[in-house]
């Protein structure tokens, strides 16, 4: 898989939109969410390994075929929950890891308030998901959370991204892969992202 990967669809430009749009309240934003995630899931597992697996339907014998991988979700909390609400269904027997990142209001740095990982191994494959990308300081402390914990196989599941936050992750960790949704322009003073969406979580979770 390429090291960044821009998601191209209509239904998710159609979502991404009516997230970005300020009129938008929160029903309406976390059905679109979700829509969202669902859909980078699928990009983002598009290289997982399957195996063959001999079955009978209902007619006849056939080789099937089932997921291989050990896979480990990692939503970032808090705004990473609403991803991650999304894309069980898809990936139900996944462990699941939890970090809590905030940022300083004043100063965008991000702090951990909450880690519970579980034992990763290089063979795992490692889906974080935080819907926004921007300094990058969040995933650059997940990033070195989970290399602490053994995982190097990582996957950053993003909706909106910005250039500095990518650059910076590919700067420190050019072999974590990167699926979003959108590469926004920049970021403005408070280090939100340009045009953005304002803050996510805010507006997922009614807050
Ligand atoms: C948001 C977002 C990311 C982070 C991105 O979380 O969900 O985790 O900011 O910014 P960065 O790339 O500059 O680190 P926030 O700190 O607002 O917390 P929340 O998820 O609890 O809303
Ligand atoms: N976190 C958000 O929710 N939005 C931004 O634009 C930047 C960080």
Known sequence: MEKITLVSHPLLEHSLTILRNKETGTVEFRRHASI????LLVEA???????EE???TPL????GRRLADEI???PVLRAGLA???AIQDFLPAASVGFIGLERDEQTAQAHEYYQKLPRLFTSHKVMVLDPMLATGGSLLETVAALQEKGASQITLVCIVAA???IARIQQHYPTVAIVTAAIDDHLDARKFIVPGLGDFGDRYFGT
Not at 45 to 51: G, K, M, N, S
Not at 60 to 63: G, I, L, N, Y
């Open 54 to 56: 001999r079955i009978e």
């Open 163 to 165: 250039p500095e936050g």
């Open 72 to 74: 480990v979700v990692v």
């Open 45 to 51: 597992t598009r290289q997982l390994e399957v195996v």
């Open 60 to 63: 006849a014998a056939m080789a």
């Open 83 to 85: 991803m991650l609400f």
């Open 36 to 39: 969202i995630s669902k859909i």
